[in-house]
């Protein structure tokens, strides 16, 4: 049973760099067949996709994020990553990581998500 | 990249049936056969109740079932329990650009 696990500070301030790390347990993260992504979901809103990467590295990102945002994969530690940078208060979230079946494009597992704060 | 468009909201008694609807266009739903919907409760994270339109994983209900016609696809859940009072949320793919769009969410209400 894969399980995902979001990590990273709860507080970052205007024009900084939000990161975020998921440690996936219970299955490789260099496996075939999946895309490993962040969504987030400001309070009371609903859910927005961030961003994807497939085993490979090939990544791909929400155009409304306007290049500010990064994820990263480290294999050896079985951990991606997601870098935003110049955050503002309206990157003020829960931030989920999620596994998604490639072929079929759905969201099979997810991280309990983080909640992060955007203030000075 | 535009949201899929559901009602805010639902409501039916125990017992009952309720229908959530996912309007998209022929760039989504309407091109793609990978809808899925997910249940979130509040404080938790989103749950997947249905994947390619209808198929449903191992331990979610035959209660719930989903179905598309163009560019809209549907979640019905029948004999509604308090346990299903959550958000419902859907989701396509919409292409290689784009990978996916979200639905706005339903929150469905037990009466």
């Known amino acids: 049973q894969v399980q995902l696990q979001e990590s990273g500070p709860g507080l970052v301030k205007p024009s900084q760099t939000l990161s975020l790390t998921c440690n996936v347990s219970g299955g490789s993260i260099s496996s075939g067949n999946y895309y490993w992504t962040w969504i987030r979901q400001p309070a009371g809103k609903g859910l927005e996709w961030i961003g994807r990467m497939y085993t490979t590295g090939n990544t791909k990102y929400n155009p409304s994020l306007k290049s500010r945002a990064t994820i990263l994969v480290d294999t050896s530690k079985n951990q991606f990553s997601l870098r935003l940078t110049s955050v503002t208060a309206a990157d003020t979230a829960v931030y989920y990581c999620?596994?998604?079946?490639?072929?079929?494009?759905?969201?099979?597992?997810w991280g309990q998500g983080t909640l992060v704060t955007v203030s000075s | 990249q535009s949201a899929l468009t559901q009602p805010p909201s639902a409501s039916g008694s125990p017992g009952q049936s309720v229908t959530i609807s996912c309007t998209g266009t022929t760039n989504d739903v309407g091109d793609y056969n990978y809808v899925s919907w997910y249940q979130q409760h509040p404080g938790k994270a989103p749950k997947l109740m249905i994947y390619e339109v209808y198929k449903r994983p191992s331990g979610v209900p035959d209660r719930f079932s989903g179905s598309k016609s163009g560019d809209t696809a549907s979640l019905t859940v029948s004999g509604l329990q308090a346990d299903d009072e959550a958000d419902y949320y859907c989701?396509?793919?919409?292409?290689?650009?784009?990978?996916?769009?979200f639905g706005g969410g339903t929150k469905v209400t037990v009466l």
């Open positions: 999620a596994r998604v079946r490639a072929m079929q494009v759905y969201f099979d597992c």
């Open positions: 989701t396509s793919y919409a292409g290689s650009n784009d990978f996916v769009v």
